[in-house]
């Protein structure tokens, strides 16, 4: 059945075709296809239904809310400097079409700077025309000369440079040449599409006769209706091309212009799809838009635009989904701000706030406005849901009297006062429990720590990974999966994060024995690697594991020398601190310290395991 192909008659359907009803669907189908049912008389139609059609409005919906801005998308400039830079720097994360690796890196080289350059690469890069990417990039920027086969075809080739694209130019070619009317010309590009060699061979014989009649040689016309059915052979519809590429400018000028309402749009149209989340998170951070954390406070059920910034949508966080966070979002509207965790539960409802949702609620961070320490929080959670649950049950369950007499009411929990407040969870701790909240790291990540670290050692980012060619790779193990090859050897693909993104990698079965222990969610590695072509034809790297190894074990051993910098005396009680909680170890350390009078080197005398989470903590600066 396709995906979008509706079939029109001048009476009801089932008089003209057999029909079929798929109890699955909810509309029947024709029993011919599409072929076969035109040639019934029926008119075919393929309608799509877009995403980046309601995206858009949306955006412009927030533009207007937001800034008062009143966009006209259909009277968009099409030469808007601004948005032909971002397209030309390949930052194209959300904009339609051009998402994927090469898209990207076609971009780079093309430098588009018309609206025509984007209809042709929508055009070009499919399986097939994609090889004439490289040839319309040099013809447009003077590499090399444009081929026009013959003099009168520049005219129509000129916009392409030579390279025949679309559909339309193979008509237009044959009319300019051959003097084929628009009918035939269109009957010209059927068989060029079909490939049927009897059709093919009539149409040569009347294309060369044509050329014959409009002066040209019969030798050069057979050359050149070749070269023409060889383009024909991948030719794409420009009026389809040209619709698209129309949606892809307009998602590009909404992301150049107005980044942070476009992009708050896209992640709440993406918000069941944590792997496109952190991808847009990451392409909020690499512009320079900070991602803010969720908040029972603030966020609402999508995302939001607060100040130049994007909010964390509570709907999106694992375990609450839409209604418990317009429940929330709707107390906080009639009541004002919460103030305390059993504040909320007692105003939202037990109903909406279950324990997995207020679990995930304190583990993600969204109720940090109510205490700072999670830890205490979380332990709050069973003892003030079985408080409200049962007291919203008597008071559902009680009756009023004829009378009129009140309702009893709840009583008000608060936590023991006598208890000893709780240690609040270790950084890592609190990353990994927000990384299963949120579906990844939010407001840091565990390799942040190390980060300067591994920039010291030149280890590379996923985002980074060269195509080919042995690497070195950092990454938290978010999950594995072992399967078994037909000779019998197990093997696994290992699911890992770094602070470029998320990536997965394969491990074969001697190096899985060695380090299958330490594969497991939430541990720090670090991995040698050697990358090559998916077999999947896909732009991302095969990634083969050669080695494994526990990242804290590696970098004091790879790390022999490292200066920290203290900005100040203020930092100094700071440092003091961090040097305190070091254990012996293996890297030198020296300490830079920079005052208004000048800067001053210690070299410590005795050598120390480096603590990468309280250097996170510290925020001292490396050198």
Not at 229 to 238: H, L, T
Not at 391 to 420: I, Y
Not at 453 to 475: F, S, Y
Not at 570 to 580: G, P, R, S, V
Request: hydrophobic share 40%; with cysteine.
């Amino acid at each position: 059945t396709h995906a979008a192909g509706v079939v029109i008659g001048d009476r009801p359907l089932q008089e003209l075709v057999p029909m079929y009803s798929d109890p699955r669907a909810m509309m029947p189908v024709t029993q011919f296809n599409m072929k076969y049912a035109e040639k019934a008389g029926l008119v075919k139609f393929d309608f799509l239904g877009l995403k980046t059609l309601t995206i858009i409005q949306k955006t412009v919906d927030a533009l207007k809310k937001y800034n008062s801005i009143d966009v006209k998308m259909n009277e968009l400039s099409l030469d808007d400097e601004k948005t032909f830079q971002l397209l030309a720097r390949g930052d194209t994360t959300a904009v339609f079409q051009l998402e994927s690796a090469g898209m990207r890196d076609a971009l780079k080289k093309m430098r588009p700077d018309r609206f025509t350059d984007i209809i042709a690469l929508v055009a070009l890069y499919r399986p097939g025309p994609m090889d004439n990417i490289p040839r319309y990039i040099a013809c447009k920027h003077g590499e090399e000369q444009p081929d026009y086969l013959h003099p009168r075809l520049e005219p129509v080739l000129r916009e392409t440079f030579g390279v025949m694209i679309y559909q339309e130019q193979v008509m237009q070619a044959a009319q300019v040449l051959a003097g084929y009317t628009l009918g035939g010309a269109d009957l010209l590009r059927r068989a060029m599409g079909k490939k049927i060699k009897a059709e093919m061979d009539a149409q040569q014989a009347i294309f060369v006769d044509g050329c014959v009649k409009n002066g040209l040689d019969a030798p050069l016309a057979e050359q050149i209706f070749a070269q023409i059915a060889k383009f024909a052979d991948y030719g794409f519809n420009k009026s389809h091309a040209a619709a698209y590429a129309l949606l892809t400018y307009q998602t590009a000028w909404l992301k150049a212009n107005y980044p942070v309402e476009f992009m708050a749009v896209v992640m709440s149209y993406d918000m069941d799809d944590t792997d496109a989340l952190a991808e847009y998170r990451d392409d909020c951070r690499a512009g320079g838009i900070n991602v803010l954390p969720p908040s029972v406070n603030q966020s609402g059920v999508l995302f939001t635009v607060e100040e130049g910034a994007i909010r964390y949508a509570l709907a999106a966080l694992k375990g609450v989904g839409r209604a418990p966070a317009e429940a929330i979002a709707s107390a906080r509207q009639s009541g004002g701000v919460f103030t305390r965790l059993d504040d909320m539960v007692s105003r939202v409802g037990t109903k909406h706030l279950n324990k997995r949702t207020l679990e995930s609620l304190v583990n993600s961070g969204a109720c940090d406005c109510l205490s700072q320490n999670r830890q205490e929080l979380f332990a709050q959670i069973e003892q003030t849901i079985a408080h409200y649950a049962k007291g919203n049950q008597v008071a559902d369950e009680a009756t009023p009297s004829l009378f009129g007499d009140a309702l009893p009411q709840p009583v008000r929990f608060r936590p023991k006062a006598n208890a000893a407040p709780a240690a609040d969870w270790p950084l890592l701790e609190k990353l990994s429990r927000e990384f299963q909240a949120i579906g990844f790291y939010l407001s840091a990540h565990p390799l942040e720590a190390y980060q300067v670290l591994l920039d010291r050692l030149k280890i590379t980012r996923w985002r980074e990974v060269a195509k080919a060619g042995r690497q070195t790779l950092a990454g938290v193990v978010l999950g594995r999966k072992e399967r078994q090859s037909a000779k019998g050897n197990r093997y696994a693909f290992v699911q890992l994060t770094d602070t470029s993104g998320s990536y997965e990698v394969i491990v074969f079965s001697e190096v899985l024995a060695a380090s299958r222990e330490i594969l497991e969610p939430g541990t720090l590695v670090l991995l040698e690697v050697e990358a090559g072509s998916n077999p999947d034809g896909s732009d991302a790297p095969r990634i083969t594991v050669q080695g494994i190894d526990k990242l804290v074990d590696v970098l004091p051993q790879r790390l022999r020398t490292l200066t920290l910098s203290v900005d100040g005396l203020a930092q100094l009680q700071i440092f003091e601190k961090y040097m305190a909680a070091l254990k012996p170890g293996s890297t030198q350390l020296s300490v830079e310290l920079v005052t208004a009078k000048g800067t001053a080197r210690l070299r410590l005398p005795n050598r120390v395991h480096l603590d990468a989470p309280a250097l996170l903590e510290t925020r001292l600066k490396v050198g």
